[in-house]
């Protein structure tokens, strides 16, 4: 991948967002920075960003548990550790996004089932949220306080997973 192409990729607002969204606010500095160099080591990331090592570590690993950054590794002779060496990739970024975005999808679907499917009954005090089966094992009385539980309308939490899918399908 050639440094422009990242470059483009990297001012796309929904991949910079998705970026943020899978290692964090501080990943876009750990991003630039290892899209400018091309490679680095994890150390030398952390020394340039001004992050603690740990940090940078984590954000390389989510970066890379979501295909959008790769490492070898390579061991010193002399002293036996071993050095990983980092190198962005961005080109599938947009795949990875779908994936995701379908993953979150299929999801909704099953929450909007399991609401659509099932009555549900609430601690006055918001301490639990129990489906009618539930709630009748307990005679109807909160497990934390021992108020009445009351019936719960989830109509307005259908019609927000409703509207939520159907944005993300567009």
């Known amino acids: 991948m050639s440094s422009s192409d990242g470059n483009n990729k990297l001012e796309d607002p929904s991949i910079r967002d998705f970026i943020k969204q899978v290692s964090g606010e501080e990943a876009l500095q750990v991003v630039r920075e290892l899209q400018e160099k091309g490679t680095a080591v994890d150390e030398e990331l952390a020394e340039d960003v001004e992050l603690e090592l740990n940090d940078v570590r984590r954000i390389l690993y989510q970066l890379y548990q979501n295909g959008l950054a790769e490492y070898t590794r390579s061991r010193n002779s002399n002293t036996g550790w071993i050095t990983y060496t980092w190198k962005l990739d961005l080109d599938n970024a947009e795949n990875v996004m ?54 719960h309308e989830n109509e307005e939490i259908i019609e927000e997973i409703k509207n939520e899918i159907k944005r993300l399908k567009e």
Do not use: S
């Open 98 to 151: 779908k994936k995701r975005k379908d993953q979150i999808i299929e999801e909704l679907e099953q929450r909007l089932i399991f609401e659509e499917e099932n009555v549900f009954y609430l601690c006055p005090e918001n301490h639990v949220k129990l489906t009618f089966e539930e709630a009748t094992d307990i005679n109807f009385k909160c497990p934390e306080c021992g108020e009445g539980l009351m019936h």
